[in-house]
C-alpha cells in the first residue's frame, strides 16, 4: 500500500495546503490502525501472505490459499456493503454530479465481483492442475503449474490494480479539495462541493475512472459471467421507478 | 455485399428491463438471433444513446433524493442534521411530502420532467409504504433516506449488469464509431417530416446505416421495436437503402437479404 499511496498522490495535484509527505504518512497511519482494530483482517491478510504460492508449495498451503482467498471476498463483500451505505449517505450532502456517487458504487460491487472470481478461478487452477493430479507429480509439473496460475491472473491483476487506484484517485481529489485540513479529511467534510474540486482534474479523473470501470468489467464478464447475475432481491418500488423512467425517455 | 443485423435502443433496453409492454417482442427477437446464430453490431449511436438515458434517470433520481432530504431536512429537522438522525417520518407526514414533489412539478417546462417527478412521488410513497409495516408505522428519517439511495444505485448495478447480459445474449460485436453527420440525409429528412417523423436520434442511426453502406459496402437491417420508425421503412429504405424492421421479424428478414444475390459491385 505504500507504493500505492505515493504514486496515487503524484498522479494528481492536490490542493496546496496540503504536504504529499504528511498525507501519505497520514494514510498509512490510517491504514495501520484499521489493521490493528480489525483483528480478524489482519489475521487474513498475514496468512495469506503465508500461504502465497510459491515453489515449492505443498498440498495443505495450497488449499489453505484457497479457503483464505474465499474468506477475503466475503470479507471484501461485507465491507463493500458498508462502504456503499456511507456513499449512499455522502451523496445527500453534495452537490457533485450523482453518477459519481454511482459510479463509484459500482466499483465496489466490481472489487467484491473481482475477488470472487479470484477465489473460484484459483481454487479451479489449483484443484485440476495441483491436488487432483494422479499419482506423484513431477516437481517440474508443480512448478509449471504455479507459473501458468500467475500468467493466468496476470492481465486482470494488472487491470484491477488500475481501476482501484483511478477510483482512490477520484475520491482522493474529491474530499481532499473539500477539506481544509488533514483532521477534516479524517473526520470527512461536512458538504462536497463541486465548486471547490478543480474542474479540469475532475473531469479527468472522473472519465479516468468510468472508462477503467467500463473495461475491467467486460473483461470479467467474459471470465466469469455468473457474476453478473440478476439479483434476486431487487427493491420493487425502485425497480419500478426504474423501468417507468427508462420507458418514459424511449416513448417520448 | 454483406448483411448486417443493427439492433436499436428499444431492443437493447427493453431486453433486460423486463418491459411487460415490449417485453415479448424482444423476447423472440432474443430467441431468433440466438437460434439464427446471427451476429449484431451496435451502433455507436445507441451506445451513446443508452449510456446518456441511464445517467439521465441516475441524475434525475439523484436529485429528486437530494431534494426530498433538504425539504425534510427543513420540516423535520429546522435544516440541522443531528435533529434529522433521531427524527421519524409517519403518515402524517406525506401531505408535505406530496407538496414538495407538486412544487417541484410547478417549476417544470417540459412534460418530460413533470412525468418524471410523477414516477419519482410514487417511488418515494412506495418505499415509504414498504418501511412502515417493518417499523411500526414510525420510519426512522435517515433510514429512509438511506435505503432510497442504496436502492437507487443497486438498480444503477444492476442496470450495468444487465447490459453486459443482454450484449452477451445477443452476442453483439462493437462497430466501429459512425458519425452521423458524416453523411447527409436532408431528403430523407424532408420525407419522413411530411409524415411527422422527426425523432433526432432514429434520424441519427440512420445516417450512420446509410454511411456504412456506402463506405462498407453492407446491408444494415435495423431492427426496432419502435412503431413510429417502423411505419417509416418504405421511405427510409427509398432513400437510404437501409431495411428496417419490426424486432418481430428482423431474423427472417436478414436471412432473405443474405440469399439475395446482390449484385457485383463496380470499382
Known amino acids: 500500500m505504500n507504493k500505492f499511496y505515493s504514486e496515487s498522490l503524484n498522479e494528481i495535484s492536490i490542493p496546496k495546503r496540503f504536504d504529499k509527505e504528511k498525507l501519505h504518512a497520514f494514510l498509512m497511519d490510517a491504514l495501520k490502525n484499521s489493521l490493528n482494530k480489525d483483528e480478524v483482517f489482519r489475521k487474513l491478510i498475514i496468512n495469506v501472505s503465508k500461504n502465497y504460492p510459491r515453489f515449492p508449495l505443498k498440498a495443505t498451503q495450497a488449499s489453505e490459499y484457497i479457503r483464505l482467498l474465499k474468506s477475503l471476498s466475503r470479507k471484501v463483500a461485507r465491507e463493500g456493503y458498508k462502504l456503499n451505505e456511507i456513499i449512499a449517505f455522502d451523496s445527500y450532502q453534495s452537490d457533485i454530479p450523482y453518477i459519481i456517487f454511482s459510479n463509484n458504487t459500482l466499483g465496489n460491487y466490481t472489487i467484491s465481483y473481482f475477488h470472487e472470481y479470484k477465489a473460484r478461478a484459483t481454487g479451479e487452477h489449483f484443484r485440476r492442475n495441483y491436488l487432483l493430479v494422479r499419482g506423484r507429480p513431477n516437481l517440474p509439473d508443480r512448478k509449471r503449474a504455479i507459473q501458468n496460475y500467475f500468467q493466468m491472473m496476470k492481465p486482470i491483476q494488472k487491470m484491477f490494480q488500475a481501476l482501484i487506484k483511478s477510483q482512490f484517485k477520484l475520491w482522493l481529489l474529491i474530499v481532499l479539495s473539500n477539506s481544509e485540513s488533514i483532521k477534516e479529511f479524517a473526520k470527512g467534510p461536512q458538504f462536497l462541493s463541486l465548486k471547490k474540486i478543480d474542474q479540469k482534474q475532475f473531469e479527468s479523473l472522473a472519465t479516468e475512472h468510468s472508462e477503467q470501470l467500463e473495461n475491467f468489467r467486460r473483461e470479467l464478464y467474459q471470465l466469469e459471467p455468473d457474476l453478473f447475475r440478476p439479483t434476486p432481491d431487487s427493491d420493487e418500488p425502485t425497480q419500478t421507478m426504474w423501468q417507468n423512467m427508462i420507458m418514459l425517455r424511449i416513448t417520448e | ?267
Open chain 2, 1 to 267: 455485399m454483406s448483411a448486417r443485423m443493427y439492433p436499436d435502443v428499444c431492443v437493447l433496453l427493453t431486453l433486460d428491463f423486463e418491459q411487460t409492454l415490449l417485453l415479448r417482442k424482444c423476447t423472440l427477437f432474443k430467441q431468433s438471433i440466438q437460434r439464427l446464430n446471427i451476429n449484431c453490431y451496435l451502433l455507436s449511436t445507441v451506445k451513446k444513446i443508452r449510456k446518456a438515458i441511464i445517467e439521465e434517470v441516475v441524475e434525475a433520481g439523484g436529485n429528486a433524493l437530494r431534494g426530498l432530504w433538504f425539504h425534510l431536512s427543513m420540516a423535520k429537522g429546522a435544516g440541522l442534521p443531528y435533529i434529522l438522525e433521531n427524527a421519524v417520518l409517519t403518515e402524517e407526514d406525506l401531505p408535505g411530502i406530496k407538496q414538495f414533489f407538486r412544487e417541484k412539478i410547478l417549476t417544470q417546462q417540459r412534460d418530460l420532467s413533470k412525468d418524471q417527478i410523477q414516477i419519482q412521488e410514487v417511488w418515494a410513497i412506495d418505499t415509504f409504504r414498504n418501511m412502515e409495516n417493518s417499523y411500526n408505522g414510525r420510519v426512522p428519517v435517515i433510514d429512509y433516506l438511506k435505503r432510497l439511495s442504496i436502492k437507487h444505485n443497486d438498480y444503477y448495478v444492476e442496470t450495468k449488469n444487465s447490459i453486459l447480459r443482454t450484449e452477451n445474449d445477443l452476442n453483439l460485436l462493437d462497430e466501429e464509431p459512425v458519425n452521423p453527420n458524416s453523411v447527409q440525409i436532408t431528403d430523407l429528412k424532408k420525407a419522413l417530416n411530411e409524415v411527422g417523423f422527426d425523432d433526432d436520434e432514429d434520424l441519427n442511426h440512420i445516417s450512420c446505416l446509410k454511411w456504412l453502406k456506402q463506405n462498407r459496402g453492407y446491408v444494415p437491417v435495423f431492427a426496432t421495436a419502435d412503431r413510429a420508425l417502423y411505419e417509416c421503412k418504405d421511405i427510409i429504405y427509398e432513400h437510404t437503402g437501409v431495411v428496417v424492421e419490426d424486432a418481430l421479424y428482423a431474423a427472417s428478414t436478414y436471412k432473405s437479404v443474405m440469399k439475395k444475390p446482390w449484385p457485383v459491385r463496380r470499382a
